[in-house]
C-alpha cells in the first residue's frame, strides 16, 4: 500500500473546521447548567436542557465536535464495546443494562438525525464483528450466545452470508445502528445547538472547575461562570481539573486513515455487499468501512495511552500509518496497490471497568464517561439522560444502570506501555497462526 502522499491532519479527514466558530467567553455570567465540552456528549446534554426550558451555558476549548466526535470511524454501534465475555463474566448482572443501553443508543442518534434533518451518509446497515481466522470466530459465537442470553441481538454468518469482504471467515452482524460520516453528524447536532436557546462559547478552555457557596465556580482565561449545576462531558480530557474523580478514565490515542478512491468495480469484486462496517476480533481491533466516496476508511490497531495532561494535539507519525496500510495489505491484497490519501487521530476515553459510567460530585456536578470506542451513539443518549435527570430529578432505567454510587475507581490494569506492547505482540502472533493473509489471497485469487 502506497504511503508517499499521505495528508496528514491534526483534525480529522471526514470534515474540515467549521468557519463560524463562535467567540469565546468574555467576563462573568451566571446560569442554571453549565455544560463543559462540546463534543457530541455535551452538545446532546446542552441541547436537550434548552429543549426543556433550562438556563444552559456550553463551553468547548476548541470549536463544537473538535475530538473525536468527529475523527472516529463513523460507526453507529448497538453492542457494548470491549470483550463480552470478559464484561460476561466480571459484571453478568450489569450486561443486559449495558446491552439495552448500547440499543437504545443508537435508537437515539438515528431520531437525532431525523429530528433536525442531519444529512450525514447514514447507512443502517449493522455493524459486522468479523473474524480473521476460525479462532476468532469460535469466538463470535460466543459472544453472540452471551448477547443473546443478555437480551441483545446479532445475526452470526459466513462472509458471503453477511455480506462481509471474503477475506473474514465470517462474523456476527448487529440488528440496529449502521455507518455515517462523524464530522457530519456532529457538524449537524453543533447547527442545532447554535440555533438553540443555549448560550455556547468556543475557543474558551476550562482552567479550573470548583465549588463555592453552593454554586459550581467555571474559571476561563477570560471570565467566570457561576453555574447551579454542571456537567463534565469531556471524554478523554476529563483529568485536567483536581474536581474529576481519579482513574474516571484513561485517555487512548487511537490512528484513522483513509484510502484514496478505488474503482467500484474492484470494490464489488471484495464480495462486500451489505456495506456493513467491520471489525475485528483482535485483543486490539482493527476496523474497515466503506464511504459514499468510493473509499476505505481504516482504524486503530495500535494505541497509545496518555501519560499527562493537558493531552496534546498531534498528527499521526509516518510509522503507525505505516503498520496500518501493512493491516490492509494483508486484509485486501487485491488493493494492496492503493494509496493512503489522508491520516488523523484522536483521543478517546477507556474506563477500567470497560463499561460506560455516569455520576455526580456531591449534590450539583455530574460526569460520564460513555464511550470505550462505542461513543458516537451512547456519549449523546446519557447526556440526554443526565439533562433529564437535571431536570426531573429521577434517574431513567438507561442512567440507572450505570449510575455510580461513589466517585471512585479501580486502578487500571493493562493499560501501561506493557500491557498494550503484549496485546499488540498477541495478535501478531495469533495472525501467524490463523493464516488469514493467505485466506485474504485465495479469496481474492478466485475472485480473478
Not at 484514496?260 to 456495506?275: H, K, T
Not at 486490539?284 to 497509545?304: A, C, F, K, S, W
Not at 429521577?394 to 500491557?419: H, V
Request: proline letters at 6%.
Amino acid at each position: 500500500m502506497r504511503i508517499d502522499n499521505v495528508e496528514y491532519s491534526t483534525f480529522s479527514g471526514w470534515i474540515d473546521p467549521p468557519a463560524d466558530v463562535v467567540p469565546a467567553l468574555a467576563g462573568d455570567l451566571t446560569c442554571d447548567v453549565a455544560v463543559i465540552g462540546g463534543g457530541m456528549g455535551g452538545m446532546a446534554t446542552a441541547l436537550r436542557l434548552a429543549e426543556r426550558g433550562q438556563d444552559v451555558v456550553l463551553l468547548e476549548a476548541q470549536f463544537c465536535g473538535y475530538g473525536s466526535s468527529s475523527r472516529n470511524g463513523g460507526q453507529i454501534a448497538s453492542v457494548p464495546g470491549g470483550d463480552l465475555r470478559l464484561l460476561g463474566l466480571l459484571h453478568p448482572k450489569a450486561l443486559p443494562g449495558m446491552v439495552r443501553l448500547a440499543e437504545n443508543s443508537a435508537r437515539f442518534v438515528e431520531d437525532l438525525m431525523k429530528t433536525h434533518d442531519i444529512e450525514c451518509d447514514y447507512e443502517p446497515n449493522g455493524l459486522a464483528l468479523a473474524a480473521v481466522g476460525h479462532g476468532q470466530m469460535l469466538r463470535i459465537r460466543t459472544v453472540a450466545a452471551i448477547l443473546r442470553r443478555a437480551g441483545g441481538h446479532g445475526h452470526v454468518g459466513t462472509s458471503e452470508e453477511l455480506g462481509i469482504p471474503r477475506g473474514f471467515v465470517g462474523g456476527m452482524r448487529e440488528s440496529l445502528g449502521g455507518m455515517l460520516n462523524p464530522g457530519k453528524l456532529s457538524r449537524g447536532v453543533r447547527r442545532a445547538l447554535l440555533s438553540s436557546p443555549a448560550r455556547v462559547f468556543e475557543k474558551t478552555k476550562v482552567t479550573d472547575v470548583t465549588r463555592h457557596g453552593g454554586k459550581v465556580v467555571i474559571s476561563t482565561p477570560r471570565g467566570t461562570v457561576h453555574a447551579n449545576k454542571a456537567v463534565l462531558a469531556t471524554n478523554a480530557y476529563s483529568g485536567e481539573w483536581d474536581i474529576t474523580p481519579k482513574r474516571l478514565s484513561v485517555p487512548m490515542w487511537l490512528i484513522e486513515m483513509e484510502t484514496e478512491p478505488i474503482a467500484p468495480e474492484r470494490i464489488a469484486a471484495l464480495g462486500w455487499s451489505s456495506r456493513s462496517g467491520v471489525i475485528t476480533q483482535h485483543q486490539i481491533m482493527e476496523h474497515y468501512r466503506l464511504t459514499p466516496r468510493n473509499t476505505i476508511v481504516i482504524g486503530v490497531r495500535r494505541i497509545e495511552r496518555g501519560r499527562t495532561y493537558p493531552l496534546p494535539a498531534k498528527a499521526p507519525d509516518r510509522q503507525l500509518v505505516e503498520e496500518l496500510a501493512g493491516a490492509f495489505a494483508t486484509r485486501f491484497p487485491a488493493l494492496a496497490d492503493v494509496a493512503v490519501a489522508r491520516a488523523w487521530g484522536g483521543w478517546i476515553a477507556i474506563t477500567s471497568s470497560w463499561l460506560s459510567v455516569a455520576g455526580r460530585i456531591e449534590d450539583n456536578i455530574y460526569y460520564s464517561i460513555a464511550c470505550n470506542g462505542h461513543g458516537l451513539a451512547q456519549a449523546p443518549y446519557v447526556g440526554s439522560l443526565i439533562a433529564d435527570l437535571i431536570v426531573d430529578g429521577s434517574r431513567a432505567e438507561d442512567l440507572d444502570g450505570i449510575w455510580a454510587k461513589e466517585p471512585k475507581f479501580p486502578p487500571f490494569t493493562m493499560m501501561g506501555p506493557l500491557g498494550l506492547r503484549t496485546a499488540w505482540t498477541v495478535d501478531r502472533f495469533t495472525d501467524l497462526l490463523n493464516g488469514s493473509r493467505r485466506r485474504a489471497l485465495r479469496a481474492a485469487a478466485r475472485v480473478r
